[in-house]
């Protein structure tokens, strides 16, 4: 074992400034919105675990099937010396590339990257002591600000699993497009996990299952606001709504306020009003298409070399480069 290193590229107090800035906007927006990023508290990280397990919650299962077969001609395509892994969370699929460069013999070093510092330091913890001889930097950072790719280390095969890109707008989604390749260098590589449009029903299952875990999830974010800016949300107040838009298609979380209510948010001096059923946005989750996702990826500047999809074709994986 190593000793693991944690770097924080942005400045102290930014996230809690930022918390503060997305809850004092979203807050007074018509409609009310509250960005997803803020679901990832301890709990939050948590309660995100349960849901990959959950049955009705097909994306973890397809991608990591797609990675147990794709991984070796992953590590064999790329030869990178450094994995960074942006929104790495848990990391959990992520051994079946580590497991694959390191057979390939280019394995040096892994860069989990995550907004939710416990959940980050406890994955590169256990990475860390999993893998000898691995040097492991946990970086603490957001990466719509920061990326923190790593300088040195070779080149790089930055990983984006799980569909998180889908949790970004349109607009997030090219700006971070763009400033991901801006800081790609020849020879670096990047693995990009995507869900894929499908049966509506399929979709609302897995945002809406039967056991409640999601309901829980959506909730935790009135549990952050809570401990964080001193506000009074009764999650009990509020109830989990889980819609497709097939417009956008994307999936849609919101929390539809059960009576009218008044809550108090004293670190952001406001008061919010909220009318019986009157339902703020909490997540958008979108789906792909391949055309779309290689029109987006050359809009940016990247180019598409390599798709999988499991067997369903519920997911998909790709490698692009610039
Ligand atoms: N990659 C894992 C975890 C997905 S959950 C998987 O495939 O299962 C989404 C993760 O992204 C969470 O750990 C969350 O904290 C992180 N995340 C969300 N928005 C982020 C942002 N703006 N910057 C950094 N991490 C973010
Ligand atoms: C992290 N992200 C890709 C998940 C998703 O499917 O959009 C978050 C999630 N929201 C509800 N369930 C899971």
Redesign the pocket.
């Known amino acids: 074992m190593t000793a693991l290193r944690v770097e924080r590229c942005l400045p102290d107090g930014f996230l809690a400034e930022a918390l503060r800035a997305d809850a004092r906007a979203g807050l007074s927006a018509i409609p009310k919105v509250l960005p997803?990023k803020w679901f990832y508290d301890e709990r939050g990280s948590e309660l995100?675990e349960k849901?990959t397990h959950l049955d009705e919650?097909y994306?973890t299962r397809a991608e990591r099937s797609i990675l147990r077969g794709a991984a070796g001609q992953i590590a064999g395509a790329t030869r990178a010396q450094t994995l960074v892994e942006l929104g790495a969370g848990a990391a959990d699929k992520t051994r079946l590339l580590l497991d694959a460069m390191a057979a390939g013999g280019t394995l040096a070093s892994f860069v989990p990257v995550d907004v939710s510092e416990t959940a980050l330091i406890e994955a590169a913890r256990r990475i860390d002591g999993e893998y000898p001889g691995l040097a492991v930097t946990a970086v603490v950072s957001d990466f719509e600000e920061h990326l923190g790719l790593p300088s040195g280390g070779g080149s790089r095969l930055v990983v984006f699993l799980?569909?998180?890109i889908?949790?970004l707008l349109p607009g997030q989604r090219a700006a971070f497009l763009a400033s991901l390749r801006s800081r790609l260098r020849p020879g670096d590589a990047f693995l990009l996990g995507t869900?894929l449009v499908k049966d509506p029903a399929v979709l609302v299952a897995a945002?809406d299952d039967a056991a409640g875990v999601?309901a829980a999830?959506n909730k935790n974010i009135l549990s952050v606001l809570n401990a964080a800016l001193g506000a009074d949300f009764d999650p009990d107040a509020f109830e989990h709504v889980a819609l497709w838009d097939a417009r956008q298609e994307w999936?849609e979380?919101r929390l539809r306020s059960l009576q009218e209510q008044v809550v108090t948010v004293p670190a952001i001096d406001l008061v919010v009003p909220f009318a019986e059923g009157e339902e703020m946005r909490t997540?958008v989750?979108a789906k792909f298409t391949r055309e779309r996702l290689e029109r987006e990826l050359r809009a940016a500047g990247l180019e598409l070399e390599q798709w999988w999809t499991d067997p369903d074709g519920d997911f998909a994986l790709l490698l692009a480069r610039r």
């Open positions: 997803p995100f849901i919650y994306p799980g569909g998180t889908g949790n869900d945002y999601t999830f999936i979380m997540e989750s």
